[in-house]
């Protein structure tokens, strides 16, 4: 291979090595919720100007800017993918919503989510049930918490609708007992 043939492949694959990867693997693949999915979890939340909206695992970040652009919450969504994020932060750019919304590539056990006041979910059972000891401890009580898909095991929810063949759950923080 000639020298210029070498420089054009290397430029070629350079922005495949640029990528970002994942703190770690996924554990799920990314689904994103429908635009009616989006809008009844929101709705289904309550939510209002004053809330503060986290989602994990936000992919494109699609729940916490319509929460932003339809309600003027604020939001914060949590990804592990890098390239994720950047996807969510160029959305939040064209919805004009950047004041208002902020994504971050990190893990979901390990972000720290004792300010939101509503978390949106779309995980896989055993995520959510993995979960549920660390959104009891750091949400105040009062605050919301929305599942699409799947539930909490034994802890039954105040609400639940279909969307779309799909089960949306609502739970309400209780509490410190």
Known sequence: MTPRRQFLLLMALAPLRAQKEPIRRPDVRYEPSTPEQVQ???RLAGVKKSDIVYDL?????RIVIAAAKEYGARGVGIDIDPQRTEEAEANAKAAGV?????????????????????????????????????LLKELKPGSRIVSHYHDMGDWPPEKKIQVDGHW???WTVPAAQ
Not at 57 to 61: F, K, L, M, T, V
């Open 40 to 42: 009844e979890m929101l």
């Open 57 to 61: 695992g936000s992919g494109d970040g």
């Open 98 to 134: 950047t004041a208002l919304v902020k994504f971050r590539t990190d893990d979901l056990f390990e972000a720290d989510v004792r300010q939101a006041t509503v978390v949106m979910l779309y995980l896989w059972p055993w995520i959510n049930l993995k979960l549920r000891p660390k």
């Open 168 to 170: 949306i759950f609502l």
